[in-house]
């Protein structure tokens, strides 16, 4: 049986350590609430580009592009968002899990891997995949000019048609307890083809344009790729602190409920002491 020295030891360690689940909590709660606005706030513009473009389709004879050609996907680019840093959960996990049934769903094509977060890198690192290119300890400091680099990567290696398909792995935000994984075909971009709809909406309304609506076209689509990525990191990282806040939470919890456990069960050691020291007591002067 543990002495009362060990007990107070256990429970002063598991209390330090709630103290670090606490705060760790705490510093999620705030960034997840700056990592949410901006994810509430890029929503609107992709959807509001997007309804731009789909209008120039309906204007433009041949909306011919690069990024809209499409062939046998042989060659593919897999963009794995991941996290940094461990303790949030199955997070992390859950993404290496969507990432796997993915490569062995196109085992029998080329695929390559864009990792972002050092957790996916370092998994398909030790493993020997193919890592095309790397971005760890961004979300600290998550910017535009990231989505940017990731897009010319991808866009321009379509457009010259060293890869066939691109594809987006993260967890979308959805909530502070539900984040939900995402399998998104990035390229080619499916959602632009031209159909009779929308050349009757384009008709409704009447745009006046500076340049020619084709040079426009081509110009955003380039920029819609961008969007969509970006959309995707912030969705993720949102999602990485969610899942950060609610791990930490239950560890906070969890500690709490050890540390009734083990108070109890030191008190009944102390208990036992005492008993027995009263029945030595009794039992010397009985003797005496």
């Known amino acids: 049986m543990p002495s009362l020295i060990d007990m107070r030891r256990r ?41 731009v473009i789909e209008s120039l389709v309906g204007r433009i004879e041949s909306p011919a ?5 499409r062939r046998p996907q042989e060659r593919l680019v897999a963009i794995v968002l991941s996290g940094d ?4 959960g199955a997070f992390n996990t859950n993404i290496v899990r ?17 990792t972002v977060g050092r957790k996916g890198r370092d998994y398909y690192r030790r493993r020997g995949r193919p890592i095309r290119r790397e971005l760890v300890q961004i979300f600290s400091r998550l910017d535009f000019t990231h989505a940017r680099e990731i897009a010319d990567d991808v866009t321009a290696a379509y457009a010259e048609g060293t890869t066939d398909g691109v594809v987006l792995i993260y967890n979308e935000f959805k909530s502070i307890l539900s984040q939900r994984i995402m399998v998104e075909q990035l390229l ?35 920029r819609y790729v961008e969007s969509l990525i970006f959309r995707a990191l912030l969705e993720s ?20 409920d050890m ?22 007591v009794v039992s010397g002067a009985a003797a005496l």
Not at 85 to 88: E, F, S, V
């Open 259 to 280: 540390i009734d456990n083990l108070t109890l069960t030191m008190n009944r050691i102390r208990q036992a002491a005492i008993t027995k020291e009263i029945i030595e």
């Open 85 to 88: 840093r461990g303790l949030c």
């Open 237 to 256: 990282a949102a999602a990485e602190h969610a899942a950060r806040m609610t791990a930490m939470d239950s560890a906070t919890s969890n500690a709490g």
């Open 11 to 51: 429970i002063r360690t598991v209390r330090n350590t709630q103290q670090i689940t606490k705060a760790m909590k705490m510093i999620s709660a705030a960034r997840l609430r700056r990592a949410q606005d901006r994810v509430f706030n890029a929503r609107p513009y992709a959807n509001l580009l997007k309804e």
């Open 65 to 69: 592009h690069p990024l809209l050609a």
């Open 188 to 222: 080619p971009l499916r959602e632009f083809q031209p159909t009779p709809e929308r050349a009757a909406a384009a008709e409704k309304v009447d745009y006046i344009y500076e340049e020619p609506p084709q040079e426009i076209y081509e110009g955003l689509l380039p």
């Open 98 to 114: 969507a990432t796997e049934r993915f490569l062995e769903e196109h085992e029998t094509e080329q695929v390559e891997l864009i």
